[in-house]
């Protein structure tokens, strides 16, 4: 029997014909029509949930749209941004690359992600101890689960700080009817092999006006400018997504409602064949106004009171002796080595999460059959 992967890439049938036809056209050079194409298609694909246009630049990666997104509003070296702590690394990261400090953030239970009353106590107290306001919020979408955003846009209205969402786990997420990641003055998409759709690599950083786009598309592209030679003013970079990963991108945009409705049904096969189970708890986030996750990744929590002291990690070796890969949740980014020097404003939600919570395979490729086999298991391991 193949093993259960926890979420790969599915090429959905017609990806193959848009890379062919980069390569009949000779356009296997970075940028060319697959591009704008997949961009087009990102931006009428996000515009159906959405109150105001919005404009997408495709880039080479999810980090790379953090890191132009925090280009674009400023950040400097010696600045402080606040970022989630129960995150992937890959939210705070791009923080350091501009020589800025990272400031984390804690999440509440009900959503697992930032928790809007800690940012403002964060924020309150940074300006007390530094005498300057943070540069940015970057408030992440957890496994895909919407943040309470309402409120974080209250707060950083009132202290007027700029949100970068770092929605690379969220595409299709609802909140409040709209696409999370719109929300903000920037949003993230990702489209490594493990998302929600994959171009094999990628991102894009979505603006809320053309010019933004055209500045993010400047900085992406060595920072070039309008002369017949090359003329540099700015720190440049390069990373633009090539056409040949586009055209696998613009295949992806065929199936990726399909994928969203895969990831819940298995999403709510875990959930129906788990209730009840004593020591297990799906973890079904809710936000506070009306939201809808993608179902990303199902994650539950093992309670070790219930199962006689037996914890996630012998459930994952348990899983993994039969061929099942799962995989712990984010580590905090505040209990990370590499970030120990940096502020963190804690309540203990998201260690709390990480010593129960392990993720199971949720991806396309997952079969009823692959679901009823995995809950299975988990029982024979409760008992
Ligand atoms: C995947 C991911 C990213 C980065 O995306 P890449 O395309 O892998 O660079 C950023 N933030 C979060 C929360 C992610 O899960």
């Known amino acids: 029997m193949a093993r259960v992967l926890?979420?790969?890439?599915?090429?959905?049938?017609?990806?193959?014909?848009?890379?062919?036809?980069?390569?009949?056209?000779?356009?296997?050079?970075?940028?060319?029509?697959?591009?704008?194409?997949?961009?087009?298609?990102?931006?009428?694909?996000?515009?159906?949930?959405?109150?105001?246009?919005?404009?997408?630049?495709?880039?080479?990666?999810?980090?790379?749209?953090?890191?132009?997104?925090?280009?674009?509003?400023?950040?400097?070296?010696?600045?402080?941004?606040?970022?989630?702590?129960?995150?992937?690394?890959?939210?705070?990261?791009?923080?350091?690359?501009?020589?800025?400090?990272?400031?984390?953030?804690?999440?509440?239970?009900?959503?697992?992600?930032?928790?809007?009353?800690l940012l403002e106590e964060a924020i309150v107290d940074r300006i007390r101890k530094t005498g300057h306001k943070p540069k940015a919020i970057i408030p992440v979408y957890l496994y895909g689960n919407p943040v309470k955003i309402s409120k974080i846009m209250d707060v950083a209205r009132k202290y007027d700080i700029p949100v970068l969402e770092d929605s690379a786990e969220a595409m299709g997420s609802l909140y409040d009817g709209l696409h999370c990641g719109t929300f903000g003055a920037f949003g993230v998409m990702s489209f490594n092999g493990n998302k929600m759709i994959t171009t094999s690599g990628g991102g894009a950083l979505i603006c809320r006006s053309k010019s933004d786009a055209d500045r993010v598309k400047f900085f992406a592209t060595q920072a070039r400018e309008n002369f017949p030679y090359y003329q540099h003013e700015h720190i440049g970079y390069n990373y633009r997504l090539s056409n040949v990963s586009a055209g696998i991108g613009r295949?992806?945009?065929?199936?990726?409602?399909?994928?969203?409705?895969?990831?819940?049904?298995?999403?709510?096969r875990y959930a129906e064949l788990l209730s009840g189970v004593e020591g297990i708890r799906v973890m079904e986030p809710k936000a506070d106004k009306d939201a809808m996750p993608n179902y990303w990744l199902t994650c539950i929590c093992v309670d070790e009171e219930k199962t006689v002291g037996k914890d996630y990690r012998q459930l994952a070796s348990l899983l993994d002796s039969n061929d099942i890969e799962t995989?712990?949740?984010?580590k905090p980014m505040h209990l990370q080595p590499v970030f120990s020097q940096a502020p963190a404003y804690v309540n203990g939600v998201s260690e709390r999460f990480f010593n129960c919570g392990l993720c199971l395979p949720s991806g396309p490729m997952v079969s009823n059959d692959d679901v009823d086999r995995i809950v299975g298991l988990i029982k024979e391991f409760c008992h």
């Not at 630049?57 to 989630?84: N, R, Y």
């Not at 995989?327 to 984010?330: A, G, I, K, S, V």
Request: charged letters at 20%; proline letters at 4%; aromatic letters at 8%.
């Open 327 to 330: 995989r712990p949740l984010w």
């Open 6 to 117: 926890l979420s790969v890439a599915h090429m959905g049938g017609e990806e193959r014909d848009f890379v062919k036809e980069a390569f009949d056209t000779n356009w296997v050079v970075p940028l060319g029509p697959n591009v704008n194409g997949f961009e087009q298609d990102l931006e009428q694909w996000l515009n159906r949930h959405s109150d105001h246009e919005n404009h997408v630049v495709a880039l080479s990666a999810g980090t790379a749209a953090i890191h132009l997104g925090l280009v674009m509003l400023g950040v400097e070296k010696g600045d402080e941004v606040i970022c989630q702590s129960f995150t992937f690394a890959a939210s705070a990261n791009p923080i350091t690359y501009l020589g800025a400090t990272p400031v984390f953030v804690d999440s509440e239970a009900d959503t697992w992600n930032m928790d809007p009353e």
């Open 251 to 268: 295949g992806q945009m065929k199936v990726v409602d399909q994928h969203i409705a895969r990831r819940n049904e298995i999403h709510h």
